[in-house]
């Protein structure tokens, strides 16, 4: 049947058939990409080859060819036209005002700006992204950075505070992922850490300290890691800016870092492995205890990559789930990095980075002691930190506690079944693996990226995936809202009667992913990416 209940061609939600026309679907294909390419490229064969360039429409390319100019960016009808939706609305300060505005007409108008891009996640209908969602505890922990929101961390003296935080909120981490049992492999090892912006950081911190271990007791000085291609890109952005070669091996059919071609892949100059826990685009869990194993019979370090599942795993192995081992209980995992800003439920922007020893951690500190200003030390790549950050995710981790963490996991484990069961019942869509919390649907029989299309129609803001096609719906509390998870399915089913009979053959929020079936493709996708971020700075 039709999403209108009759049987024939689907025409699809209202508006979608009008979108045909160019350059109004081109411009929303567009604008779907910064969102939407997130995701690490999963090398896997697809159902079908992607799309090459020369495939896409004559005009599609030279939409995304001007893209990259700065004419296109900033005139009327751009592709990034829906970056700047203030731009006629409100005042724009090119240059600081003349005289202050008064703060009560400066918080007006910042509160009618964040009511409305509140209402995109409100519903729960978007993935990932927002992962408490509480009024009251927003407000909560808006109060507590308040308090702390001018202390400098990288000033001990006058904020001690900032010590005793940061220690509670390492320790806490460290005993939640089991912290304790690297004594029981090697009894002078205990866990440590440290606090960072996020998770890239996190990540970015763990790679340094790698390199300059491989350097400082292997003399290694062409460094490599060794990681599946479902690795978070912040490991790419590692190798880049660390002069280390990444090494990303092809995972196999069921979406899981390939043991044996990770083990193959060592050589001399590897430093570490990598795995996550789980992976962005899937949701699932590598095999980190075979790759423990290696790291071990190798003197590797092994890092766990648990940014997005790291503080949710925990509590859905508590629940009864089956949940592999990921971490310190694994004799070979060195270090992990864990997100306090995803399911720890704080406010963006901290990160927790864990690893086994106190020496392996002082391999990514920086120190100058010849400096005419003084004696100069960071922990981090940061210098001044925000105390206000850090005493709020503090009390976010104990204003929860383990009884909030665990009725948290229960409510969104309930309904990341509910879509799973009902996901089973559409014999067009298959879930990659066997995922918890962040389920990637995907399809041989029609166009993913139309089912997704159709989704947009409705509301929804799923996280498109490539290489293979697909999309994921990554579940967070504002999805345990009464009746979301069922309305999801509800929208999905009839997203596939739609996508079977599209009103057009290219998928609005594919067409630019088929760019990265070829090697000039993706050179104008960096171009069109590059010229994105521009854009984000442009009055």
């Not at 800003?341 to 704080?346: I, L």
């Amino acid at each position: 049947m039709s999403p209108g209940g009759r049987a024939g061609k689907s025409q699809g939600p209202k508006g979608l058939r009008a979108r045909r026309k160019e350059p109004q679907g081109l411009r929303q294909a567009l604008r779907a990409v910064p969102g939407r390419l997130q995701g690490p490229q999963a090398y896997l064969q697809s159902p079908k080859p992607p799309v090459t360039q020369r495939e896409l429409h004559p005009r599609l390319q030279r939409r995304i060819v001007m893209a990259s100019t700065k004419e296109e960016t900033k005139s009327s009808g751009s592709i990034f036209d829906s970056m700047y939706p203030y731009r006629n609305r409100l005042e724009t300060h090119a240059v600081l005002p003349p005289k202050g505005r008064s703060r009560e007409e400066i918080l007006q108008e910042l509160e009618t700006i964040i009511k409305e891009e509140d209402k995109k996640w409100e519903s729960g209908r978007s993935s990932g992204t927002t992962y408490h969602g509480g009024r009251e505890h927003y407000g909560f922990l808006n109060r507590v950075f308040g308090l702390f929101s001018h202390v400098n961390l990288l000033q001990r003296d006058l904020w001690p505070s900032g010590t005793k935080f940061e220690a509670e909120i390492v320790s806490m981490t460290a005993h939640m992922l089991h912290g304790e049992c690297v004594k029981e492999h090697s009894p002078q090892d205990e866990v440590c850490g440290v606090v960072t912006s996020g998770g890239s950081e996190s990540i970015l911190m763990a790679m340094l300290a790698y390199r300059e271990r491989g350097r400082a007791e292997k003399g290694i000085t062409a460094p490599e890691m060794i990681a599946p291609v479902t690795i978070h890109p912040a490991f790419s952005k590692g190798a880049h800016y660390f002069g280390i070669r990444l090494i990303r091996v092809p995972v196999g059919k069921d979406f899981l870092a390939d043991v044996e071609a990770i083990r193959s892949s060592i050589t001399g100059n590897t430093v570490a492995l990598a795995a996550s826990a789980g992976n962005y685009p899937h949701g699932l869990i590598d095999p980190i205890e075979e790759l423990s194993e290696i790291a071990l019979r190798h003197d590797l370090g092994f890092h766990v990559d648990g940014c997005l599942g790291g503080f949710l795993l925990p509590w859905i192995e508590k629940l009864g789930y089956d949940v592999p081992p990921f971490d310190f209980r694994l004799p070979g995992v060195t270090s992990i990095s864990c997100d306090t800003h995803k399911y720890g439920y704080a406010l963006k922007g901290t990160s927790v980075l864990l690893y086994r020893n106190k020496r392996l951690r002082r391999y990514q500190y920086f120190c100058q002691t010849d400096w005419p200003g003084g004696l100069y030390a960071s922990p981090t790549a940061a210098g001044s930190r925000s105390g206000g950050l850090t005493a709020a995710t503090w009390a976010a981790m104990v204003a929860m506690g383990e009884e909030g963490y665990l009725e948290a996991a229960r409510a969104i484990m309930k309904a990341a079944d509910t879509i799973k069961r009902g996901v089973a019942t559409i014999p067009e869509i298959r879930i990659a693996g066997n995922p918890t919390f962040c389920i990637a649907l995907m399809s041989d029989v029609v166009d993913i990226y139309h089912v997704n299309d159709f989704l947009a129609s409705r509301g929804w803001r799923l996280n498109g995936l490539q290489l293979p096609a697909g999309e994921h719906l990554c579940v967070t509390l504002p999805q345990t809202q009464p009746g979301v998870a069922e309305k999801f399915v509800e929208d999905l089913r009839e997203a596939v009667e739609y996508a079977k009979n599209p009103p057009q053959p290219q998928a609005f929020s594919g067409a630019v992913y088929g760019l990265s079936g070829s090697v000039s493709g993706q050179a104008t996708l960096q171009e069109l990416l590059y010229s994105w971020l521009d854009a984000s700075y442009e009055l």
